[in-house]
């Protein structure tokens, strides 16, 4: 006990002090509602208040799990989000790591936060307004896209009934709103790197690319790991915004752009709520599940990158 108190500093008062807005928040938003959990156990129904509805609603144990797991629907809807965030996160990956090199190394430092400006901007856009710009270029009438093709004379697309084109739309919007962030973050990793290490492979006369395959690149493993870590974990989570506004909630394309999000949100307007709570319940499950799991694989094989 006496060396815990010789350990407690005057600054450790100053950071917690300095912590604890943060603490605060989290305790409120994000361990409070945590509570809510016992929705996905009840047949909830509104009666008055919020606790008043989840003290008086039915108790039906794992009913709302049976449910959600014998809609026809929910199978392709977790095959949908398994598999786009396998393909979003493989190329997310490679492009982000791609673009900070390509930035990293150019001469011109104007030219340099130029393109990290341009492509950080759309990670600031509101997907409703995302949305309202494909629409523009998609529109069966006026969209940009259908008049081009009109006027070399070939037939307009009906895109938003034609199912086909979205996988490769989503994920090129996902790519073009996301990559300037995900950019950011390996580019700061790049610019903490050793700058002698590279004037030593100079002399040894390293070239550019011998540079970043064994300098650059090894160096940004666990930044790499950690972020690959972290993508998996929400493999069963999926961008609302993206796969419900983009696509307008369109009909034709439920069966291709559906997503466990979407379908919580869904639920939530039919009034199931106990379905959407269990739904969310088993993203939350599954998400804790991925974490853990990749994380013992890759401290089986370099515990240095492993995140605890």
């Not at 390996?186 to 004037?199: N, P």
């Not at 540079?211 to 069963?236: A, D, H, Y």
Request: aromatic content about 16%.
């Amino acid at each position: 006990m006496k060396n815990l108190k010789k350990r407690w500093t005057k600054d450790d008062i100053h950071f917690s002090i300095l912590a604890l807005p943060a603490a605060v928040w989290y305790l409120l938003f994000c361990y409070l509602p945590m509570f809510g959990v016992i929705i996905a156990f009840k047949q909830y129904r509104v009666s008055g208040g919020f606790l008043k509805s989840i003290f008086e609603s039915k108790w039906t144990g794992l009913q709302n799990f049976k449910f959600l797991f014998s809609n026809p629907d929910i199978w392709f809807i977790i095959r949908n989000t398994l598999a786009y965030n396998a393909v979003m996160i493989t190329v997310s990956t490679v492009t982000t790591i791609t673009l900070a090199i390509i930035v990293s190394e150019l001469h011109n430092k104007f030219a340099a936060k130029l393109y990290q400006t341009i492509l950080f901007f759309p990670y600031f856009l509101s997907w409703v307004v995302v949305s309202a710009l494909v629409w523009g270029f998609l529109s069966y009438d006026m969209g940009m896209l259908n008049n081009f093709l009109d006027g070399i004379g070939i037939l307009k697309h009906r895109w938003y009934m034609e199912s086909e084109y979205w996988p490769g739309i989503l994920v090129f919007m996902s790519q073009w709103k996301n990559i300037g962030y995900g950019m950011v973050i390996y580019l700061a990793s790049i610019t903490s790197l050793d700058k002698s290490i590279y004037e030593a492979a100079i002399i040894d006369g390293a070239t550019k690319w011998q540079q970043i395959w064994n300098i650059t690149l090894p160096l940004m493993k666990t930044v790499i790991v950690l972020m690959l870590i972290m993508s998996v974990g929400r493999i069963f989570y999926s961008d609302f915004g993206l796969f419900y506004q983009v696509p307008r909630d369109s009909n034709s394309l439920y069966a291709t752009v559906s997503t466990l999000d979407v379908f919580v949100y869904r639920q939530l307007k039919s009034a199931s709520t106990g379905m959407a709570a269990a739904a969310a319940m088993m993203q939350a499950v599954m998400a804790c599940v991925m974490t853990l799991l990749v994380n013992q694989i890759v401290k089986k094989f370099d515990a240095d990158s492993a995140m605890i």
